[in-house]
């Protein structure tokens, strides 16, 4: 069958639909005959506006051809704007972690680390071992960034702070969109801390495309919630990922292992509970550590 790359409004509403009832990329792209790449920018597109039909573009009429364009580009010496680009993300990064390490206890205590993790119920990890000198666990060289789950599984949210925790949040859904952070994160739990300690609050967040939609930015302004600037993509920085590893490592010491998704989301619920406070409070109070470190490094990974 011949792949299509481009399909209307009414095939891309039901493509999503098949999606959201749990069916992978690859099997809606047997159906329908589309690339998987197609299929999974419609996705991402509904994820983050809540909708499935496609903005008409605006701008001036096309009048050159792929092969015109991809001469310019190359004209461009695009490898070199790349560079460019990245170093201008590298020094807000910077600003943004010096400007975080002046923040003493006292305002990390009213600081708010929150963000959004995936469990499933397979007990393996999927890595592949290799063996590396000593000392080099860390290179650059040495590691691999992923942004993606295998397996059936859950997402959940949660928040910690200095001196407690929100309570684990499951979304019935593995896709979030900014409607769903609003009316299942932001409302019920984030209001209620900023109730709680005030003005003086800080609201931390990392920068997915859910929670910068104009949604989510007119709700914490018309809460009066103050969001602590952050750089993309710092797990490094974030002392919730600590928080999701040792709760990942409760679930895989228990006697038995989660039978099926609802089973994994009481076990999950359980141990978050039982998580120690005293590991929560050092995590925030590393904070100052944890951008003197970074700032060291200019960004790259550290070993906690």
Same mark, same amino acid.
């Given at each position: 069958m011949a792949r299509r790359n481009h399909l209307n409004d009414f095939t891309r509403g039901r493509m999503i639909g098949k999606l959201e009832e749990g069916r992978t990329v690859t099997s809606v792209a047997e159906e329908f005959g589309i690339n998987k790449s197609v299929i999974s920018c419609a996705w991402k597109a509904f994820q983050t506006t809540g909708t499935a039909v496609r903005k008409v573009g605006g701008g001036c009429p096309r009048t050159t051809t792929g092969g015109d364009d991809r001469c310019r580009r190359k004209e461009a010496n695009g490898s070199q704007q790349a560079l460019l680009l990245s170093n201008s993300l590298q020094q807000r990064g910077d600003k943004l972690v010096q400007r975080a390490q002046k923040l003493d206890n006292c305002q990390w205590s009213r600081a708010l680390f929150t963000d959004e993790s995936r469990f499933s119920t397979r007990s393996d990890s999927q890595r592949v071992l290799i063996w590396r000198e000593i000392g080099t666990r860390f290179y650059t060289s040495n590691i691999k960034e992923r942004h993606h789950y295998g397996g059936p599984g859950v997402l959940v949210w949660g928040g910690i702070m200095l001196n407690g925790r929100t309570e684990l949040h499951i979304f019935d859904r593995w896709s979030v969109i900014g409607d769903r952070y609003c009316k299942e994160v932001l409302l019920p739990h984030v209001r209620l801390f900023r109730g709680t300690i005030g003005p003086d609050f800080i609201f931390m967040d990392d920068n997915a495309r859910p929670h910068r939609t104009l949604a989510v930015e007119e709700l914490l #302004? %018309? #809460? &009066?919630?103050?969001?602590?600037?952050? $750089?993309?993509? %710092? $797990? &490094?920085?974030?002392p919730i990922g600590h928080v999701w590893d040792a709760l990942g490592r409760r679930i895989a010491a228990r006697l038995h292992h989660p039978e099926n998704t609802q089973h994994l989301k009481q076990m999950l619920i359980e141990e978050w509970a039982l998580l120690s406070q005293e590991m929560l409070h050092q995590l925030v109070l590393s904070m100052r550590r944890r951008c003197e470190a970074i700032i060291a490094v200019r960004g790259g990974h550290k070993p906690y």
């Open positions: #302004e %018309s #809460e &009066d919630i103050t969001r602590m600037d952050w $750089p993309a993509y %710092s $797990p &490094d920085l974030n």
